[in-house]
């Protein structure tokens, strides 16, 4: 098995720091190693830092890879050497990746010359505060005992100005339980950060956290208040706390390394050039964090291969044996890596903050949980309706969060303006119904939207509903995608503005205007299309092999022209398919593909991260072979919707992993296992099951009975 690849860096630019926290890791936990180390990193050690994730970057194909300026206090190195170790490493990577740089301080230094610098080499600014005054100065308090909350508030102000507002990444926040967690979140948020994140205090087995009331779960209640807080707020500001547990209840990934079972991608890079492990690991003992390597004499790949590094990559396979029976274990991942350390068993334990991890998951999964019967578990066109709105509501999430960005308002009026018009709105759902919409909506949940994705979006739109639009965005690539429609091939990357016109479009560039009629495509060389595949009797198949957001399956699309032979197979396939279930297509869990994208060779049929109707197909699939797996993966798609709109249990339950194994199990015709896992889910209490999900349950009991009494070539429960 592969490890995944390293790509967030936390490089230590400064050892020290003007604040005396009584609850940071690097100086008052277990490791002291910052008293050995250089106050400022040598220009040496971040020449040779640059170069070798570079290096690793390239030989890894990274798409982008994250750089974190960190410390001790990074500000404290001042803005002339802030804006050289940023030149050096934009430098260096950027040829080979896309590189986002941040900087973690605590802001009582930021000053506009800071900002100056990382405004020209766009440096997001993530700054800790631990809520209102009280809370803040019961433990960020200066080397002279005094409150750091003014001067904090002070950065925050300037990092809220117009100038600079796109810099500013968000707040940190370390939970103390004598806090008000409704002051801390209401000072918080009053400050309108575009992102709160919420800390567990460093802690072990062998320095229990801080319990002054006593409760068996404090800190899953400090927080469950704060949540409940926050859905009073509309979730107006996102938390990732709450989110990536929201998100793993659903079967989606984990947000943030101190729950999930999402492998560590992280290095950290002392003021010297060693390699450190994740800086919880401090907290620990002396030296826990150490390799023994450094960017002098070791390079990337070589840390990766570090025991320690390993074993943070394990998933479910590196939790203790407790935590791997624990039904919230998708959610929690055992908690962080640090807190399960004990001087017995070192990390082979539950977290010390176990009890919490599981009334937190547990409490947020209540309540979410929506327990009403969706109409869309009985009908497959409101589960395409639901799956629309559910477009819907990523893509007004998404514009809002593009608004402050240059030319983002321009992609939320215009297209707020089409979804308004009577006789433009159907071509909105239409553009929104591509599957890899999802994909880029998906993905701007959790990094930085792609702004030309969205306006280009708008752009698509306008052209099919011959709407009088015209858009400018500064292009990345030379490749401008129109989602749905297909890719016009620019001169060069840059400023381009595009105009919908009768019929089609007009590009201009640097090279002046090009105009398109989409009926007419092979009139302008710079455009192609989107292949189609016609099919008898049904809507034709959309042949995807362009857009930048295809790359959402767990292989990756084929390099390349699609071969000649490749649309002809897929009638083959088809005709194969209605002539074995001549009513396959009227089942439940057909799946009704609209688009296909070709994948690299031996690579079968594939669902990736994606809106309905998208498939992976290998570029040497047979008919047979399709025929085959269709019907399988159509039953996985379905299944996949109905939990991406409705609640089919209490989230991150028992009664949610039997329903998908007696699904998936009578897909495969194994059909004894899936009785036993129906069997099981019916022992079960009422409550663990909405009414959506007794439905479904339901209909597996006679989608089992009629496979039972009926010939395994004919169609069921049409």
Not at 10 to 15: G, T
Not at 130 to 149: E, I, T, V
Not at 405 to 419: K, Q
Request: contains cysteine; negative net charge; proline residues 7%.
């Amino acid at each position: 098995m592969t490890s995944p690849s390293l790509q967030q860096l936390v490089l230590k630019v400064h050892s020290r720091c003007d604040l005396a926290c009584d609850h940071c890791y690097v100086y008052e936990h277990a490791d002291q190693g910052w008293k050995s180390r250089p106050v400022v990193i040598s220009e040496e050690a971040l020449t040779r830092t640059a170069q070798r994730f570079a290096s690793y970057a390239e030989a890894h194909k990274l798409p982008s890879v994250t750089i974190i300026l960190h410390g001790g206090e990074p500000l404290l190195c001042g803005p002339t050497r802030l804006g050289q170790i940023c030149a050096e490493l934009t430098r260096t990577l950027a040829p080979v990746t896309t590189l986002d740089l941040q900087i973690h301080t605590n802001g009582i230094q930021l000053s506009p010359r800071h900002l100056d610098v990382f405004a020209e080499f766009g440096v997001r600014v993530g700054i800790s505060l631990d809520g209102d005054r009280a809370a803040n100065d019961r433990h960020r308090l200066d080397r002279r005992g005094r409150s750091s909350y003014d001067r904090v508030l002070r950065g925050i102000d300037l990092l809220r100005s117009p100038a600079y507002r796109h810099l500013f990444g968000g707040l940190l926040c370390t939970v103390d339980v004598a806090n008000d967690p409704v002051a801390v979140h209401e000072s918080l948020t009053a400050l309108d950060p575009p992102r709160i994140d919420y800390l567990l205090p460093h802690s072990t087995w062998e320095h229990p956290p801080p319990n002054p009331s006593g409760s068996p779960t404090p800190y899953a209640d400090w927080l469950l208040a704060v949540f409940d807080l926050w859905e009073e707020q509309g979730r107006r500001i996102p938390v990732r706390t709450f989110e990536s547990v929201l998100s793993t209840l659903r079967g989606g990934p984990s947000l943030t390394e101190a729950m999930g079972l999402a492998p560590s991608d992280l290095a950290v890079i002392e003021t010297d050039g060693t390699f450190e492990q994740a800086d919880s690991l401090r907290t620990a003992f002396d030296g826990a964090a150490s390799t023994g390597y450094d960017v002098f004499r070791h390079g990337f790949e070589e840390f990766a291969r570090h025991e320690g590094v390993v074993a943070r990559q394990r998933g479910l396979a590196g939790v203790s044996e407790a935590c791997r029976s624990c039904p919230v274990v998708d959610s929690c991942g055992g908690g962080l890596y640090a807190h399960r350390y004990s001087v017995e068993r070192e990390f082979d334990n539950p977290s010390v903050f176990c009890a919490d991890l599981r009334a937190l998951v547990d409490g947020i999964a209540e309540r979410v949980t929506s327990r009403a019967l969706a109409p869309s578990v009985c009908r497959s066109d409101e589960l395409s309706f639901s799956q629309l709105e559910l477009d819907r509501t990523l893509l007004s999430v998404t514009l809002d969060d593009l608004a402050p960005e240059p030319g983002g308002e321009d992609a939320r009026r215009t297209l707020l303006g089409l979804d308004s018009g009577d006789d433009t709105t159907q071509h909105l759902n239409e553009v929104l119904t591509h599957p890899y919409i999802r994909t880029s909506l998906l993905r701007s949940r959790h990094e930085a939207a792609d702004l030309p994705r969205f306006l280009a979006l708008a752009c698509a739109t306008a052209v099919r509903a011959g709407a009088d639009v015209t858009l400018g965005w500064n292009q990345p690539e030379r490749a401008l995608h129109l989602p749905a429609l297909g890719t016009f091939m620019l001169a060069e990357p840059g400023r381009v503005e595009v105009k919908a016109t009768p019929g089609g479009f007009c590009v201009f560039g640097r090279s002046g205007p090009v105009q398109v009629q989409l009926t007419d495509a092979a009139a302008t060389p710079q455009w192609r299309p989107l292949d189609t595949v016609e099919l008898p009797g049904r809507p034709a198949l959309v042949i995807d092999d362009a857009d930048p957001y295809r790359d959402c399956f767990a292989v990756p699309p084929a390099a390349g022209p699609t071969p000649a032979s490749f649309a002809e197979r897929l009638r083959r396939a088809y005709e194969l398919l209605d002539a074995r279930l001549p009513r396959w297509s009227v089942d439940r869990n057909a799946f009704h593909v609209t688009t296909v994208t070709p994948l690299t060779a031996g690579s079968g049929l594939r669902l990736g991260t994606h809106g309905p109707g998208a498939l992976g197909v290998a570029v040497d699939f047979t008919p047979e072979e399709f025929a085959r797996e269709l019907p399988r993966l159509g039953r996985r798609a379905r299944l996949k919707s109905l939990r991406e709109t409705s609640d089919l249990n209490v989230l991150g339950n028992r009664a949610g992993r039997l329903l998908d194994e007696a699904f998936e199990q009578l897909g495969s015709a194994r059909r004894e296992a899936a009785v036993r896992a129906l069997v099981e889910l019916t022992v079960l209490p009422e409550s663990e099951l909405t009414e959506t999900g007794a439905v479904l349950a339901a209909q597996l009991w006679n989608e089992w009975a009629e496979h039972v009494n009926t010939p395994a070539d004919r169609p069921h429960h049409a």
